[in-house]
Every structure is written in C-alpha cells, then in structure tokens.
C-alpha cells in the first residue's frame, strides 16, 4: 500500500509549496480569530479565564500563531481501536469481532454512544464530559501508511515521522526536528520538551533543551547541601568538554535542577474537582498539570504508555484493556477538568503504533493490526465528533484482517503542529508527505 | 533479502585462512589513534597497556584492580580465553553470597513449593541474584555475555508466571548457553515455560492460533526486522508453534516445565521461509524452522551485529561487523568463537574504543561503582529498591525488545545517577554500610593537592584531563581533609563523562 491509493495524490513538490502557503494562510485567519476569542466557546468564556493562561497562549503577540503546550502519549503495544470506539452500528461488528465486541448502548456493560454510528468503551466514561463539551475527537482508522505489523518497526518510524519501511537510519523525531526548527516558545526556556519516562523516546530525538524525567518530583540534586550549587557548576565544566547526546543530556539536565526543584509537585493540588488515578500514569498527568501551570514555557511533556499488545484476555466487561484504558481516561479527564480554561491553550494527542486485528484471537486476545484510533483534546480541537473515512468491516474492506488506515497519522499531526503549534513548515517534519488538512482544529 | 539467499550459504563459509586474512585486513582500515582523553596509566595499577584497558572495559561490569592483576599476568589472549570457559575460573567468592538462595537450582515446581518463599519474594531474590553476580563473579565475560542475551531473549519478570519462571529461565536457558550454541540458545529459549508465557504461545492453539511469539522469534530473535520473512511466514509459523505450552504451575511435579500437546497442535502441511512442512510433523514442524532460523544468513547478519555493537561501539566499522558475521558463519554460531574473535587485540583496536566510547547504561554504571569500590552489598534487595529508580532493574523491562542499548535513550536521564553517586559517596546510602573512610582508604594516603590523581590511579584510569583538573578544584576548595571533601570529590569522579563512558 502506498499513500496515492488512500488518498489519490501525489508526493509531488507543487504540493508540498501548497502546504506551506497553506499555512501561512492559516496563520493570517489564526490571527483574526484570535481577536474575536474562540470561536465555539465565545468570548465570555475567554474573558473570565484570560488571567489564568500561561504567556505561551498569547507568545509573540496578536498576530502570531497559537503556540499551545503540547501532550503526547504513545500508547505502545498497539492498542486496540475498536474497542476504544467501537463501530456498534456496523453491521459487521458483532460478527467480526465475536467474543471481544463491545456491547451497543444500552445493554449491559454496553458502549456509551458518542455518534450514533460509534461508541465508547464503557471502561473510557471518565473522557465523556469533555466530548460533550466539544474538546475532544476520536480520529478512527487512523495510521501509518507502512504495513509493517512489527511494533518495533511501525514505532521508528511513527516516531520518525518517514514514510515507509527503507528509512533504516532514523535519528531523530517528528516532534524533535519541529522544536528544533522553532523559537522557543517563551525567550529563554530552560525545558521545552519533557519526557515523562525512564529512557528518551525517538519522537523527541534531536530537540534542544528536552529531558527524560522519571519523576518531576524528585529532579534534584542530592548530596551536600552547602554545596550543591558548586557541585553542579563542577558537573557543568565536566560535559561541556564533550559532545554528542551526553553532553546534551547533561547540560539540560544542569539547566533545569534548580527551575524544577523549585516547583512544589507533591503538594500541588488540583483544580476543577480532578482526580488523577493513583498509578504512575495519574502521577504524570498530574505532574503534567502542575508543570504548565507553572508556567516555565514547556512546550511539549510526552507521555508513554506501554503493555497495550493484548494477545490474550484482552476482555470486555473486564480485563487488561479495561483497566489500562480506564486509567488512560480518567487521566485524560482529570487533566481536562483541572487545567479547565487553559485547555484553550493545550492541545492532547494519544496515539499507538499499530491497532489490533478485526478477529479475536484464541487466546481471548487479538493479534496485530492497522489502523487504531487516535485521541485529540484541547479547547481548540473540533471535538464531539469521530473523524473517519469510514468503509466498514466487511471482508472487503479489512487489510488482511485488520482495520484499514484511511486517515494517515502525518495528516493529523502535521494539522496539529501547523493550527496549534504556531509551526509553518510542519509539513517538512514528515519527509516526503504532502500532508491533508482535515479540519480538525480551530486555527 | 533476496541476495542473502542467491549467495548460497556453501560459497560463504570462510576456511580459517579466510578468517585470519579478513582480521588481518582490519588493522589495515583502522584509525586507531587515541584521542587526548585518557591519560597514561596510573602507576599504582597494575601496567596495563591501553588495548588491555580496553579490553578490560568491554569484557567487565568495570574495572577492578584484581582482575586488572590478572589480565596483566595473564595477557590479553589467554584472559580472553580463561574467561571464554567460565567453569575454569574460580568463583567461590561468589557462591558463598548466593548460597542464601536455595532456590537457585530448583525446578519450578519445587520454587512454587518452596517452604518459606512466595513467588513474588523469588522474584525479588531473583533481581538481588543478578545484582550479586555482575558485581561480584570472577567470570565476568560470562556476566556481560548473560546481560546481551538476557535483553535479546527479553521476557518481563512480572507477567503471572514469568515471577518464578523467569529465574528457570536464567538458568537453563541463558546461563547455560550465553557462550555455547546459538542453535541450542534459540531451542532452550522456544521451550522456555517463561517465554512460552510472557510471548503468549501457551495459548496458541490450533484452529485459533495466535502468532505473538511467532513473530518476535524471527523480528527479534533471530532474522531481524529486516529479514526476508513476510506476514504469511508469521502466521504458519505461528500453526507451527501450536501446542507448545507447559503445564500448569500449579500442577504436581511437573508444572511449569514445557509440555507439547499433540491435541492442540495444528497438523496440517505449512510453509515457513519457503520450507515445506508437510502434514503430521507434530513437536517437528516447529523444530524445524528453529533449526533454519538457527542457520540463516540473515541471522548471523542480525545477531554478530548486535553482538559486534554490544561489545564494542554503537557503530563499529563495516569491517568488524563482516568479520562478526564470518566468524559466526564460519562456526555456524558458537558464540564464544564470536565473542573471542571480537575482543581480540587486532578486532578491538579496530574498533577503535577509546575515540568511540559507550554510555554505560544505568545498572552498568552502578555496578561498575560498586566493584570499583569493593564495597560488601549484605543486603541486595534494599539494593534493588535503593537502585530502582535508576530505570533498569533487572527483568523489569516490559517490550520484548530489551532494554535500549543506544546512548539516546539514556544520555537525558542523568540526575537519578548523579544522585545516587552523591548518596553513595557520601555513606548516605541506605542499603549498604559503605562510609567515607573507605574512600578514603583508596586514596592511599595522598594529601589533598594530589586527590585527582590518587582517584584516578584507585578508579582504573581513564579519566579525562578535564575531569581530573574539575576533581582536584574541588579538592582545593576545601580547606581541610573532611569527609566532605572526599566524598565529593569521588561522587564528582563517579558522577563525570569519563566514568559513565566505558
């Protein structure tokens, strides 16, 4: 499978000068909508929570783009599509999918209906208000045009943001070349993208003053007090004798002791009633939270969520992908709620390498398939709606067994760089893709 | 990967001279000049030369002056070789720490019988075992080896019954093959209960087959993700893998050892890689593939490679990894043949190790600490706990790709080790008993303006001309010789480039 037969165009260079003229248009009408507030939530709504926004909603000035704050999570494993938004209404749902459908509303353990035509798992209920409310969309059918069905594979180059399987050398990340390629998004930041994890991801490789923090809370320096500040300028003069990744990590690192250490995320309280699970993932949505209203100008936190690859007793009712989903959502919806006006300037996206086959397997599990289903949440996104391009699960229409990607995932976040991340050359950030603007965010 | 199979493996295998004639023509290609970075080595080490030092840095969890003693009596080839037969070396030492572990060599059904221990606390005991032997076993080589194989044949030791599992694993499969036969490693490690479980085959039955092990033995394993299979090959070598399960743990005297079952197998004729299976093969069909999976250029390509970058730099000259691959062809996988051949003096100074240094990754770092300082871990499972936030406990790593072993993924998460050196250093640890003095004691009596260059000589050399000068500033500033003092100046030295480089 190539791009041309999803889409019916062409990788030719017109186009891509088309996606940057594109752009530069949207910037114009970004600007004037930025006069006149948000469009669906109206000016009131944007009146009584302007002192509230951090200074990156406003960067630059009024005629600049938004440059929103960013959340990233990549749900690794594979996670599976149609159970987080089931098709109930296609006919051939039930009968594909047997044992591990997801009953239709209103029966027992039932979807809760988002379009009449789809549903949520009823385990992902904590992320309904915010559909409600128009802040968040489901973009089913959604993935990488390369049909690699290896995790390890699709995962490079997702995060690579490169087409198709040949790219063998891929050193640095989508996200990573856009924070590159832009001005900081307030003079002088310190820590423009943060990893939420133990080991850098390949989606952030290559941006400037980025880290991987396990714990926020604990991003200090131990040992001696008295010398603490001493010690550190000793480390510096040490990795500024060398090159390459280390050094970089390094002198990020010495940047930022003393800017995070500064903030109180163990006594940070939530606003807006949220709760965060009580799990290392709630933690660094919470974290997450704290860190933007902190307001050091991080412009992307990454979030990872690994164990999605569920061969076996994937459930329903009950199971691994209930459970991790629901902790997914609930912190999806606590962060909504807590950040509450300042979603107009945060924009959320999960997304996963690969969603599962159409059948289950014997295990009471699925094996690995195409497209899965994106998640998009923020003040500026187009929510209540499930974007697809949809032809059904019939024989026909699957990709060898799976649900075919009709939605590429560049479209989508190169929409999302270029309307919310002030960014003009998104498309450039996936090499040879003329992206498809699919009109998924206010901009 | 057409061409790999239009060569024809017979033209491929080298003869010895073939072999030799490639080591040789290595040398040729190298630039082996030293870059500024390590000074001359100190005089109270034993005289090591600079290819030994950097043999002894790959071959080791880091330096200590006993096996630099060794490796300096011995010399590089016959250490290497010493070190290649494990059982020769004495490991007394060690056994007498693991000998509170009296599950070690039990089956799985007597682990989950054991009369004092739960599964869980196994597995705990289980990280602690790993932790005692990087840091303490004379066969060091082994220990190296053991944690490339352990990330290769990654299973997490917290998926049901990989608790227990898991350290049977360890044992009979990557312990008692890590320098044997790659063929015996790949068909000990199918018939792993623990792999069974955590790659989900124990449930991979015929009429609804599931193909996650499957996949991952060709992508990960043995082909690579680049390797000529296609996703039909998945699927019939998933019917292959049908039946292949163990018995239930709870299961007198037999459960959780590998058990076929000729009644959930699928014993239909399959194609696997162009091999025709034919009907009624049983336990075979997958056996077979093993054996063409075991025997296939693409993975001596994939594996040598990885092995070559594990052991020598993230990017080793194209002519290392041809001569990996020969080597490996040549001895249709004898891994110790490999691993010899890639830390031979000609190989390694290939490679060019000094001007390419690796990152050590976190339990690398920590352990090479703890050897460097001889201190006594009495209580290793606080260790475990003290040392987890590090980010690479052993089996803790979830995908079955294994921990990461690029200098990206961990060149940004610095601080947990700079504050674990600082901890450490300073006798705040919680877990040991380790106190400044003993620092000190490494010190050897030098007065404070000579403290740079005592660390150097105590820590094994290779330390930068920056880093020395930054530790003896620090030095300086003290106006006396407090525990403070020396303290941080060995947490600066544990904490600086040269020493999370090797």
């Known amino acids: ?443 | 990967m057409g061409a790999a199979a239009g060569r024809g493996p017979d033209r491929e295998y080298p003869t010895r001279r073939t072999v030799v004639a490639g080591a040789a023509a290595l040398s040729v290609s190298v630039a082996a000049a030293r870059t500024a970075r390590a000074l001359p080595a100190p005089s109270a080490a034993p005289a090591l030369t600079d290819l030994e030092r950097a043999l002894l840095s790959r071959a080791t969890f880091g330096w200590t002056a006993e096996d630099a003693q060794q490796l300096a009596t011995l010399g590089h080839e016959t250490w290497l070789r010493t070190q290649l037969v494990p059982s020769s070396i004495d490991d007394s030492a060690l056994d007498a720490r693991l000998a509170a572990y009296d599950w070690i060599p039990m089956t799985g059904p007597e682990m989950y019988d054991h009369p004092t221990l739960s599964p869980w606390e196994i597995a705990q005991e289980g990280r602690s075992v790993r932790l005692l032997r990087a840091t303490y076993s004379k066969r060091q080589l082994l220990e190296r080896i053991v944690e490339f194989w352990t990330d290769h044949f990654n299973i997490f030791g917290q998926t049901g019954d990989t608790d227990v599992l898991k350290q049977v694993d360890d044992r009979e499969v990557v312990r008692r093959h890590a320098l044997g036969s790659f063929r015996d490693l790949l068909h000990a490690s199918a018939k792993s209960p623990a792999m069974l479980h955590y790659l989900d085959n124990d449930t991979n039955e015929v009429g609804a087959p599931q193909e996650n092990y499957a996949r991952e033995v060709m992508e990960l394993h043995t082909l690579g993700v680049d390797g000529p299979y296609t996703e039909s090959d998945v699927r019939e070598l998933a019917r292959c893998f049908t039946g292949w399960t163990y018995y239930p743990v709870w299961q007198l005297n037999v459960g959780g050892t590998f058990r076929f079952r000729a009644d959930r197998h699928d014993d239909g004729a399959k194609t696997v890689l162009g091999i025709s299976i034919p009907a009624g093969g049983g336990m075979s069909d997958a056996e077979t593939v093993l054996d063409a999976l075991a025997s296939h250029p693409s993975t001596a390509r994939f594996v040598s490679g990885k092995l070559a970058r594990w052991l020598l730099g993230y990017d080793p000259p194209q002519a290392v990894l041809d001569h990996a691959e020969r080597v490996w062809r040549g001895t249709g996988g004898q891994i110790a043949e490999v691993v010899r051949a890639l830390l031979s003096p000609r190989v390694l100074k290939a490679a060019n190790p000094w001007g390419e240094p690796k990152l050590k990754r976190p339990f690398h770092w920590v352990v090479s600490m703890y050897r460097v300082t001889g201190v006594d871990l009495d209580d290793p499972s606080a260790t475990i706990w003290e040392t987890w936030r590090l980010g690479q406990t052993p089996f803790q790593w979830a995908p079955p790709n294994g921990y990461p072993d690029v200098e990206g993924a961990w060149a940004s998460n610095l601080l947990p080790r700079w504050s674990n050196a600082a901890g450490y250093a300073a006798g705040w640890s919680w877990s040991t008993d380790f106190e400044p003095d003993e620092l000190r004691a490494m010190l050897a009596g030098a007065p404070k303006d000579q403290w740079a260059r005592a660390i150097h000589a105590a820590l094994g050399g290779g330390f930068s001309g920056t880093d020395l000068a930054v530790i003896q500033a620090h030095a300086d500033g003290f106006s006396s010789e407090s525990n403070q003092a020396v303290s941080e100046c060995f947490e600066l030295a544990f904490s600086s480039p040269s020493f999370l480089r090797y």
Request: charged share 20%.
């Open chain 1, 1 to 443: 499978m190539n791009e041309s037969s999803i889409h019916g165009r062409s990788d030719g260079c017109d186009e891509y000068v088309d996606v940057e003229r594109r752009a530069a248009l949207h910037a114009l009408r970004r600007g004037a909508a930025a006069m006149v507030g948000r469009r669906r939530r109206g000016a009131a709504a944007l009146a009584s929570s302007a002192a509230a926004l951090p200074r990156v909603a406003f960067a630059g000035g009024g005629g600049a783009p938004a440059r929103d704050v960013l959340v990233f999570c990549f749900l690794r494993g594979g996670m599976d599509g149609l159970s987080l938004c089931p098709p109930y209404a296609d006919p051939d749902y039930v009968s594909m999918r047997g044992p591990l459908a997801v009953p239709p509303p209103g029966a027992l353990g039932g979807a809760l209906d988002l379009d009449g035509t789809f549903g949520l798992h009823p385990a992902a209920a904590a992320l309904l208000p915010a559909y409600q409310a128009g802040d968040v969309a489901f973009v089913q059918g959604a993935g990488s045009t390369d049909p690699t069905r290896s995790h390890f594979d699709a995962m490079k180059l997702i995060e690579g943001g490169v087409p198709n399987q040949g790219a063998s050398a891929v050193e640095t990340g989508w996200l990573g070349r856009h924070v590159a390629a832009m001005p900081p998004a307030q003079p002088g930041a310190l820590l423009r993208a943060a990893a939420l994890d133990d080991v850098f991801p390949l989606t952030l490789a290559g941006a400037p003053q980025s880290l991987a923090i396990p714990k926020l809370a604990e991003f200090d320096l131990d040992g001696y007090g008295s010398t603490r500040a001493l010690r550190q300028s000793r480390l510096r003069t040490m990795y500024e004798a060398i090159d390459g990744p280390l050094a970089a990590g390094a002198l990020s690192t010495l940047d930022n002791i003393d800017a995070l250490s500064s903030i109180d995320f163990d006594g940070y309280a939530p606003s807006g009633g949220a709760v965060y699970p009580d799990s290392t993932l709630g933690e660094a949505f919470r974290n997450t939270a704290a860190l933007i209203k902190a307001d050091r100008g991080v412009e992307v936190v990454e979030i990872d969520k690994g164990g999605w690859d569920h061969h076996d007793n994937q459930g329903v009712g009950a199971g691994r992908f209930f459970d991790m989903i629901g902790e997914l959502c609930q912190s999806l919806g606590a962060l909504h709620a807590d950040l509450g006006s300042l979603m107009g300037s945060v924009t959320v996206a999960c997304m996963t390498e690969f969603g599962r086959r159409v059948d289950a397997n014997g295990s009471a599990g699925t094996d690995h398939g195409r497209a899965s289903c994106m998640v998009l949440m923020g003040g500026n996104v187009v929510g209540g709606r499930v974007v697809r391009d949809w032809i059904g699960l019939g024989p026909a229409a699957l990709d060898d067994l799976a649900v075919p990607v009709r939605i590429d995932y560049r479209d989508v976040l190169a929409e999302l760089l270029t309307d919310r991340m002030g960014d003009p050359a998104a498309a450039s950030r996936f090499p040879n893709h003329a992206p498809t603007d699919l009109g998924l965010f206010d901009g």
